[in-house]
């Protein structure tokens, strides 16, 4: 194997210019994603990070289902891990790393439960065995073994023939960005990085020091 220690790579993909940068940051992040996702399909992957009460970290990869001045989206079951971060520690990071273009997003911002009705409406429209998975897996408890998830996604099949409902505990969650950070690579290391700020209604950039 080779070692990790020669793995290199120097970047000369693209170029984030000051002529290239929006006015405010979710136009440019979109335009990113739709770059990204004609090369991947798990393009609307990103880690998210949360704090607990005793300011540990903790991050896990899942997928942006939305992403629009109103906040970026995901959907989760409330009472796992991060959901109970989240309930006492709402300041989080996202992270998308979309190495076939050599960038890198980083946001920070605030988070809090979608509507009700957000979260129905994307419930209903996901596949019957995802709409049957979220019934059945407790997200982050411990559980004896495989086939307790399997015997109990038989038993909610029969109770759920044809519709289902969205459990109480899973819905999504949506992240009001105050920072967002663009980093492209570039030869050298000289790599290219724009941090927007939300100061009031308006977006403040800076470049950044590779
Ligand atoms: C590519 C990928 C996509 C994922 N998407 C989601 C998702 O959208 N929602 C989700 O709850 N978990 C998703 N997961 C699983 C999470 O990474 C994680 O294991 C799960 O949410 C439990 O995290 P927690 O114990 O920190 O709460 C995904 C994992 C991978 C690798």
Redesign the pocket.
């Known amino acids: 194997m080779k070692s990790i220690k020669d793995l290199r790579t120097d970047y000369q993909k693209s170029e984030l210019n000051v002529n290239d940068l929006t006015e405010e940051p979710i136009t440019l992040f979109q335009q990113w994603l739709s770059q990204a996702i004609t090369y991947s399909n798990?393009a609307n992957?990103f880690v998210l990070s949360?704090v607990n009460s005793n300011g540990v970290p903790?991050s896990?990869?899942?997928?942006l289902?939305d992403a629009t001045e109103k906040g970026f989206s995901?959907?989760?079951?409330y009472s796992?891990?991060?959901?109970q971060e989240i309930e006492v520690n709402p300041n989080v990071c996202m992270n998308f790393f979309w190495p076939e273009m050599e960038r890198q997003v980083r946001i920070n911002g605030s988070i809090s439960r979608l509507s009700e009705q957000e979260s129905d409406d994307y419930f209903n429209s996901r596949p019957y065995e995802s709409r049957i998975g979220a019934w059945c897996s407790p997200?982050?408890q411990v559980i004896k073994s495989r086939e307790v998830l399997v015997n109990k996604i038989q038993e909610l099949k029969k109770k759920y023939p044809n519709e289902v409902p969205r459990p109480e505990n899973w819905g999504g969650y949506t992240i009001v960005p105050n920072e967002i950070e663009f980093w492209q690579g570039r030869a050298s290391r000289l790599h290219d990085r724009f941090l927007y700020n939300k100061e009031g209604e308006n977006w403040t950039i800076n470049r950044l020091a590779p």
């Open positions: 798990d992957a949360t903790s896990r990869v899942l997928l289902r995901f959907f989760t079951n796992s891990r991060k959901s997200q982050s």
